[in-house]
């Protein structure tokens, strides 16, 4: 049974950082496509950055780029989420997602955890 289970979230300042990590259990964690999308109040979920199988490959949504860093580290089996210079627009919760496709802003997750909030006060 494949688990993502996400932690790092919390409440932070604008202008601040937080460092999210999804730990992955069930499937081989390097033959896998990781992604980050969010869910803010009242609005859909939205990607946010994914990574290739091998890390060479990653791709951000216009509205992080710049700002968020994705990362994973296959011997640990987990993906990393950097955000910095947060903004209140950044408020939401997290989840990590696995895919068997490849990289893209429109990859299809199979797998997700269950989030992590996030919250950026002005």
């Known amino acids: 049974q494949v688990q993502l289970v996400e932690s790092g979230g919390g409440l932070v300042q604008a202008g601040g950082s937080l460092r999210l990590s999804c730990a992955a259990s069930g499937r081989t964690f390097s033959r896998f496509t990781m992604g980050w999308l969010r869910q803010a109040p009242g609005k859909e979920r939205e990607f946010v950055a994914t990574i290739s199988r091998n890390g060479a490959n990653t791709y951000y949504a216009e509205s992080v780029k710049g700002r968020f860093t994705i990362s994973r580290d296959n011997n640990k089996s987990t993906v990393y989420l950097q955000m910095n210079s947060l903004n209140p627009e950044d408020t939401a919760i997290y989840y990590c997602?696995?895919?068997?496709?490849?990289?893209?802003?429109?990859?299809?997750?199979?797998?997700w955890g269950q989030g992590t909030q996030v919250t950026v006060s002005s």
């Open positions: 997602a696995t895919s068997p496709y490849a990289p893209g802003p429109d990859t299809v997750y199979d797998y």
